[in-house]
């Protein structure tokens, strides 16, 4: 069975940082292209960050400079790291593990705010 389990959401002041993970289960993880996307309330669901199999990143326009993504295949896991922080950056974060078959996490929620 594949699991996806984000974690580090959380409230922050804007210029704060935080650091989701997301624990892969159940699939090869080294083979898959991982992905994080975000979805605010009345927004739709927008890709913020990707990293492929062989570790090459793509950002939004929005958080380049600000967010990092890096994977360690030895556990499994997917990062965001997220600095600076906006209170526009306030969403869900769920995260993608897309190879023939996609699979989505429950998501985090992630709070910017004074």
């Known amino acids: 069975q594949v699991q996806l389990v984000e974690s580090g959401g959380g409230l922050v002041q804007p210029g704060g940082s935080l650091r989701l993970s997301c624990a892969a289960s159940?699939?090869?993880?080294?083979?898959?292209?991982m992905r994080w996307y975000r979805q605010a309330p009345g927004n739709e669901r927008e890709l913020v960050a990707a990293?492929?199999?062989?570790?090459?990143?793509n950002y939004a326009d929005s958080v380049k400079g600000r967010f990092t993504i890096s994977r360690d295949n030895a556990k499994n896991v997917v990062y965001l790291q997220m600095n600076s922080l906006k209170p526009e950056d306030t969403a869900v974060y769920y995260c993608?593990?897309?190879?023939?078959?996609?699979?989505w996490g429950q998501g985090t929620q992630v709070t910017v705010s004074s």
């Open positions: 993608r593990a897309d190879r023939m078959l996609d699979y």
């Open positions: 159940g699939i090869t993880f080294r083979l898959y292209r």
């Open positions: 990293i492929d199999a062989g570790g090459v990143a």
